[in-house]
């Protein structure tokens, strides 16, 4: 993958304004937020894996007898 990605002009609005809204964070905001955006992260990983699994018909749930 040597693909570099770039940020559309609405992240890039979307990311300044994100910084800013975070300068003004407490310290126990801040560490809270980012607990609960790792587990939003953790979510998402695994409803791509998920869905990736789903269209490429790899999700494949073992038989019980």
Not at 30 to 37: G, R
Request: aromatic letters at 12%; zero cysteines; hydrophobic letters at 40%.
């Amino acid at each position: 993958m040597s693909q570099s990605f770039e940020l559309s002009m609405e992240q890039e609005f979307s990311l300044r304004s994100f910084t800013e809204q975070v300068k003004h964070m407490s310290r126990e905001e801040a560490q809270e937020f980012l607990v609960n955006l790792y587990q939003h992260m953790m979510v998402k990983e695994s409803m791509y894996k998920h869905f990736l699994a789903n269209a490429w018909g790899l999700d494949v749930q073992p038989h019980l007898s």
